[in-house]
């Protein structure tokens, strides 16, 4: 019993100590990055600048020509002088897990995967620097006084995809960029301004805590891991105490945000930050693909088509119904940083709202892809669309 729960533990502090090394104020300006699905590979050294983070620049910045190509002459040159730097971390970082995987001893990850960071930190943080001090040597007084929001940008881009909350990851920002609406009205570039300051404030907030918190979880200052169990809880629940602050930013911002676009983006605009707050419980699932699929088959008959056609109104109808019942029931095991803060990892937990709204869900695509391949034949059934594979590597679940 007392093995299974330091495994549980060791696998728990590791998985949330790369979403928050991904998250932490330094590494979110040094480009390290994490994905949730964690293994060999799941580390991406990324540089701490990239062509799309210059994309934006240049366009929030108004570059000229000029400008334009000396700064992606320097992005070039510090992009290759990170790749050497990636390169050596990369090997130490394989070494460290395969002297892990003979020796099953954890301690190997916190007495010398810290060193290693530190090491790629010191180095990609200096790089980064040296990029935007030579960003800036380029630009006029007027450009100057915009990269204050270059500044903010960055650290939304890089800290945001980190959060472990439902709406903790949503850039408003960005949704209110693809909604292609041309030049904002006055009143909304003015709430998008207040929103990219408020935001920013509660994104350095968020990131310092979780740094502190995981150095006692990891052991960073001792060299050894922490298994602790209650003193693990006690930093989720910190942890998760300053994510619901970007929460609710995200949460007032939008509404405010809603009622500044013109009516015909609002409602694009509520349903992206639902997706993106919700996107485990708002995704496209396998049933709902094979339903559009076999609704634009040519081949169909009328009796085929219309029974089809039924069945997807149905299914789209029950979905978004239970959907919301599962957001509803997600944002409440999270409000208020209670609850069990294990329970953030596991989906919401194995019992109650959460659980009854998921297996509802899950029940829906079973029943309803079963009533699917009855209305269609052999040969229509192997054109459905495959099941993706979620791939090897761990996968630990965050809100929503």
């Known amino acids: 019993m007392i093995g299974r729960k330091l495994t549980s533990t060791l696998v728990l502090v590791a998985s949330i100590g790369a979403c928050a090394f991904a998250a932490s104020p330094a590494l979110a300006q040094r480009g390290v990055t994490v994905g949730t699905r964690m293994g060999p590979g799941g580390m991406d050294f990324a540089a701490p600048v990239n062509k799309a983070d210059l994309k934006r620049y240049v366009a929030l910045l108004a570059l000229d020509e000029d400008q334009t190509m000396v700064a992606e002459e320097l992005l070039a040159a510090m992009q290759t002088e990170h790749d050497v730097l990636a390169k050596q971390a990369r090997k130490d970082s394989e070494r460290i897990i395969n002297e892990f995987r003979d020796s099953q001893d954890p301690s190997v990850f916190g007495e010398e995967m810290p060193k290693v960071m530190e090491t790629y930190q010191a180095g990609s943080a200096a790089l980064q620097a040296r990029y935007f001090d030579d960003l800036k040597a380029l630009l006029t007084p007027q450009q100057t006084e915009r990269w204050p929001k270059v500044e903010r940008m960055h650290r939304r881009t890089r800290s945001l995809p980190a959060g472990m909350l439902s709406g903790e990851s949503v850039d408003l920002v960005s949704i209110v960029s693809e909604l292609e609406i041309g030049t904002a009205p006055d009143d909304l570039a003015a709430v998008l301004d207040r929103?990219?300051?408020?935001?920013?404030?509660?994104?350095?907030?968020?990131?310092?805590?979780?740094?502190?918190?995981?150095?006692?979880?990891?052991?960073?200052?001792?060299?050894?891991m922490n298994f602790d169990l209650e003193r693990v809880r006690t930093d989720l629940a910190e942890m998760r105490k300053a994510g619901l602050k970007v929460c609710e930013v995200n949460k007032r911002?939008?509404?405010?945000?809603?009622?500044?676009?013109?009516?015909?983006?609002?409602?694009?605009?509520?349903?992206?930050?639902?997706?993106?707050?919700?996107?485990?419980?708002?995704?496209?699932?396998?049933?709902?693909?094979?339903?559009?699929?076999?609704?634009?088959?040519?081949?169909?008959?009328?009796?085929?088509?219309?029974?089809?056609?039924?069945?997807?109104?149905?299914?789209?109808?029950?979905?978004?119904?239970?959907?919301?019942?599962?957001?509803?029931?997600?944002?409440?095991?999270?409000?208020?940083?209670?609850?069990?803060?294990?329970?953030?990892?596991?989906?919401?937990?194995?019992?109650?709202?959460?659980?009854?709204?998921?297996?509802?869900?899950?029940?829906?695509?079973?029943?309803?892809?079963?009533?699917?391949?009855?209305?269609?034949?052999?040969?229509?059934?192997?054109?459905?669309?495959?099941?993706?594979?979620?791939?090897?590597?761990?996968?630990?679940?965050?809100?929503?």
């Open 195 to 224: 929103y990219e300051a408020e935001l920013d404030r509660e994104l350095v907030e968020r990131d310092r805590v979780r740094t502190e918190r995981m150095q006692g979880m990891q052991g960073m200052r001792g060299g050894r």
């Open 253 to 400: 911002y939008a509404r405010l945000i809603e009622g500044t676009l013109p009516s015909d983006k609002q409602r694009a605009f509520a349903d992206r930050v639902k997706k993106d707050s919700f996107p485990r419980i708002y995704r496209d699932t396998h049933t709902a693909k094979c339903l559009a699929a076999a609704a634009a088959y040519k081949d169909l008959s009328a009796e085929q088509a219309s029974a089809i056609a039924e069945l997807r109104e149905r299914y789209q109808r029950e979905a978004a119904s239970i959907n919301d019942r599962w957001a509803h029931a997600q944002e409440a095991t999270e409000a208020d940083g209670g609850g069990d803060p294990f329970a953030m990892f596991m989906g919401g937990g194995e019992d109650g709202p959460v659980a009854d709204a998921r297996k509802a869900k899950r029940d829906l695509d079973r029943t309803t892809r079963d009533k699917l391949l009855a209305l269609l034949s052999e040969e229509q059934k192997e054109r459905l669309p495959e099941r993706e594979d979620d791939g090897p590597g761990m996968m630990f679940r965050m809100g929503g």
